[in-house]
């Protein structure tokens, strides 16, 4: 009897042999991921600038700028310009975050021609027309009025506040009441011509289209733009306020609560375990400490959360959570003392297997559709990463020890103090200044 067969063991795929490099006859650069799967085509760019380049008194321009660029471009007014997007069926947005300020499109491979035209306008040629200029103007208002009676956004432009008094990001990235009023036309001209320059400019494009074809089109879309931006210089800022309490007196029968101090670097060599660390402690929904501590076993709220955000300046590890207000200082030493007995103790070993787990394992989602996977190769980009990162990170994950672990989370989380903002009533917990 013959034995059975032997199979040889499946390949593992790579990510980033499919990444091509392509650069057009105008010397702008592009990831391109090639898929026919659908017929669809996805682009992300973006620039380094955002509501950190907003002018002094003016918080929100880049914002203002972001939602008009489609709002009427070339001999097209607003009208005219969004029938054609919709006649053709193409999603087109812009955005503001802190300091980067990014496009996107996607759009059936059989319109990609008047998509990309379409983009171009809006990119070299935006008109700002008095009617939308008002009209956006006037949403952006109504956005941040209604944030500012709601107190999840009222405890975090608190924290911000306090964390990055003096600084840039103590602003909404969106905009500041009273500030955007003051923004004129000039002031969008002027922003967006020192601010969207080639020198900054990454470009992720996923979908049914080739090098050769998307060539010439970026050229179209880019080539007119200034070569070097003129960007305001941010400062580097360390969270301050570290120890301090705010209270922020709000009749709601539930208090907001948002914590944090400094995190690490997105290109810091302990990122990654300090990511794993992170999740056990309370970035995985379910599963994490916090989750189990102040919901599972005591009931105290809905959700607990904490996140490493990467803002270019200031890295942070930053939380929150609402609760009833006579259980707000029971969560908020539910929530201290495990920060503090994660940064003594460190994780279990099976905590850091399950977590490194799920990591690894659901790192698959950020590629089942083209408009993701333009996303995260976009995001790569901007964060200083080649295109082999796509198959090393799983690996940088799962090379986290134990001992790593228990390190990174002494460096994280140090002796626990926080800066911590309530909205609400909370019974037991009074203000406190910075330790």
């Known amino acids: 009897m013959n034995a059975p067969a032997k199979h040889a063991p499946t390949a593992k795929v790579s990510r980033a042999e499919r990444v ?9 650069a592009a990831w391109l991921v090639e898929d026919y799967a659908v017929p669809l085509i996805a682009m992300d760019f973006s620039f380094e600038g955002g509501g950190a380049q907003d002018p ?4 929100g321009a880049a914002s203002l700028l972001a939602g008009l660029l489609d709002e009427g471009a070339g001999d097209l007014d607003s009208k005219a310009f969004q029938r054609a997007l919709d006649d053709h069926a193409i999603r087109m947005s812009f955005s503001a975050e802190r300091d980067e300020f990014s496009g996107h ?21 935006p008109r700002f027309d008095a009617e939308p200029f008002t009209r956006v103007r006037g949403q952006l208002n109504a956005v941040l009025k209604r944030e500012s009676a709601e107190p999840d956004s009222m405890a975090a432009q608190a924290w911000r506040r306090a964390a990055w008094a003096g600084h840039a990001y103590a602003r909404s990235a969106r905009g500041e009441l009273g500030e955007i009023d003051a923004v004129t036309r000039d002031d969008l001209l002027d922003l967006r011509r020192k601010m969207l320059a080639r020198d900054t400019l990454k470009i992720a494009v996923v979908g049914a289209i080739d090098a050769a074809s998307l060539a010439p089109h970026l050229d179209a879309l880019f080539a007119g733009l200034p070569a070097r931006a003129e960007l305001t210089p941010v400062a580097e800022i360390q969270i301050q306020g570290l120890g301090q309490r705010i209270l922020v007196d709000f009749d709601v029968p539930q208090a907001n609560i948002r914590f944090g101090r400094p995190g690490l670097a997105r290109r810091d060599p302990d990122y990654i ?163």
């Open 20 to 28: 091509q490099h392509v650069v057009s006859p105008g010397g702008i």
């Open 56 to 59: 002094h008194g003016k918080a």
């Open 105 to 125: 499109f996607q759009t059936l491979s059989r319109h990609a021609d008047k998509a990309f035209e379409l983009m171009a306008l809006a990119l070299n040629a």
């Open 273 to 435: 375990a300090a990511m794993v660390v992170n999740h056990i402690l309370g970035g995985g929904a379910f599963t994490s400490r916090l989750w189990q501590e102040v919901r599972e076993k005591r009931g105290l709220t809905y959700s607990v959360y904490s996140t490493l955000a990467t803002p270019e300046h200031s890295p942070s590890f930053i939380g929150a959570t609402s609760t009833k207000n006579e259980r707000a200082a029971e969560s908020l030493n539910v929530i201290e003392s495990e920060c503090v007995r994660l940064a003594a103790e460190g994780p279990t070993a099976e905590e850091l297997e399950k977590a490194k787990k799920y990591i690894v394992g659901s790192y698959a989602l950020r590629f089942d559709t083209s408009t993701k996977i333009a996303g995260h190769l976009l995001q790569l980009q901007r964060e200083g990463f080649d295109a082999d990162y796509l198959d090393r990170r799983n690996a940088e994950v799962e090379a986290v020890t134990l001992e790593d672990a228990r390190r990174v989370a002494k460096r994280l989380i140090g002796d626990a103090t926080l800066l911590v903002a309530v909205v609400g009533r909370p019974e037991g917990l009074s203000e406190r200044a910075a330790g």
